[in-house]
Each structure stands twice: as structure tokens, then as C-alpha cells.
């Protein structure tokens, strides 16, 4: 079973900002959080990963709670190419069983 | 570049054979990882190995056979006892054990049982 929960989908429109949040009630005190996008018929591509407070990269931002229960993943400005589906994880440390549990993600769709 | 190599695209099946699916990385990973996913679904974890001959199974393993001969190949068979097999396969690779890196996944392959 997967260790988080994630809305199943999402809706948006060209140019909007879209927030996904995710729930890590089973989060360990080593483990980071991980959050991969996955387009159909690819693998998952690995789009940011924190610890706690905010990670930015040049693809979104990841806002991680002190108590790391929770995170949101933000992707500014969103286009049609960023349809697809995301999937948050919480894995790594010395929790880390060496392997990665998925959910079924988020599909976000984005409109014109 | 590096990256992981899934090979063939698309696998075609006959019911009762065996069929193995190729994964070759050559980003000098040491854990390897094969995945399985049904439309709609996420992904399910079949059998990983952190190290060379070394393998466990995942959530998923009745069906399948792997092997680790190399650091650079984690080679999967879908054996004629998996009663569903068709599915798309996913194979990964990883730094090591503690995944602060991230994981890689390869393109894919698109086994149908015909």
C-alpha cells in the first residue's frame, strides 16, 4: 500500500498556477519527499525532491510543513504539456527498504 | 548520455510463453527495479536488487523471474504462470539504497498477450 494520499485529479487552465497536495501521515524522520510526473505511455520523471521547507527548481516549487505531515507541489503557469499524471512519495534514509511504493497519483489536466 | 535502455517498445505474447523484457543502464546505478502498470493505475513494484546477484521480490512477484549477472542489466521474465500478464513494464534504477537522488526510469515496454 502506498505510504501517501493525493487527490485523484485535478482540472486547470492554461497560464494558472496549480498546488498538489499530498498527505504523509507515515512519513519517517529520515525520509525525503519525492515527487515524480509521468506523461502516458512513459516512465516517470523524477520533478523535485525536499526535506523540509521550500525546494525550487526550474520546474516547480515544493512547500513541505514543519511537521512534514504534508506537501504541495506548485507549478507556476501551467501549458497543455503539463498534462499528466504526479505522484508523491516519501522514501530514502535509513528507513528506506530500497524501494518505491506508488500510489495512483494525481491527473492533472490542464485546459486551453 | 546516460541513461536506462528498455527494449523492445512493444512485446507481443502468445499465451503459454515465456518472454523476457531487456533493461540495460549505464549510469553506474547499483539498484534496479521493475514495475508494473495497468491502464489508469499507478505503478506496483514486481522485484528489485541493490546489488550484483542479489534480488527480492516485490509486491507482485508470482509470474515473473529476474536476474543480476551485471551491475548494468536487470533483465525481466514473464513466465507462462503470470495469468494476466499484459500490462505495461517499467524498469528503474537508483543510486543506492538511500534514494536522496531520485530514481530513473526507463521508456517502457508494452507486453500484450494475444
Known amino acids: 500500500l502506498a505510504k501517501t494520499t493525493q487527490p485523484i485529479s485535478m482540472d486547470s487552465y492554461e497560464g494558472q498556477e496549480v498546488n498538489i497536495t499530498c498527505s504523509h501521515n507515515n512519513i519517517a524522520t529520515n525520509d525525503y519527499i519525492t515527487w515524480y510526473q509521468q506523461f502516458p505511455s512513459q516512465g516517470p520523471r523524477f520533478i523535485i525532491q525536499g526535506y523540509k521547507t521550500k525546494v525550487t527548481n526550474e520546474v516547480a516549487s515544493l512547500f513541505i510543513p514543519a511537521d512534514r505531515k504534508s506537501s504541495t507541489l506548485s507549478l507556476p503557469r501551467v501549458s497543455l504539456s503539463d498534462t499528466a499524471v504526479y505522484y508523491c512519495?516519501?522514501?530514502?534514509?535509513?528507513?528506506?527498504?530500497?524501494?518505491?511504493?506508488f500510489g495512483q497519483g494525481t491527473t492533472l489536466q490542464v485546459k486551453p | 548520455d546516460g541513461g536506462i535502455t528498455q527494449s523492445p517498445k512493444y512485446l507481443f505474447r502468445k499465451e503459454g510463453q515465456n518472454v523476457t523484457l531487456s533493461c540495460e543502464q549505464n549510469?553506474?546505478?547499483?539498484?534496479m527495479y521493475w514495475y508494473r502498470q495497468d491502464p489508469g493505475q499507478g505503478l506496483r513494484l514486481i522485484y528489485y536488487?541493490?546489488?550484483?546477484?542479489?534480488?527480492q521480490k516485490g509486491d507482485i512477484a508470482e509470474g515473473y523471474s529476474v536476474s543480476r549477472e551485471k551491475k548494468e542489466s536487470f533483465p525481466l521474465t514473464v513466465t507462462s504462470a503470470q495469468k494476466n500478464p499484459t500490462a505495461f513494464y517499467l524498469c528503474?534504477?537508483?543510486?543506492?539504497?538511500?534514494?536522496?537522488?531520485?530514481?530513473?526510469f526507463g521508456s517502457g515496454t508494452r507486453l500484450t498477450v494475444v
Open positions: 549510469l553506474n546505478h547499483d539498484a
Open positions: 512519495l516519501d522514501e530514502g534514509g535509513s528507513s528506506n527498504t530500497g524501494k518505491l511504493i
Open positions: 536488487s541493490q546489488i550484483v546477484n542479489d534480488f
Open positions: 528503474a534504477s537508483s543510486m543506492a539504497k538511500d534514494s536522496y537522488y531520485g530514481y530513473t
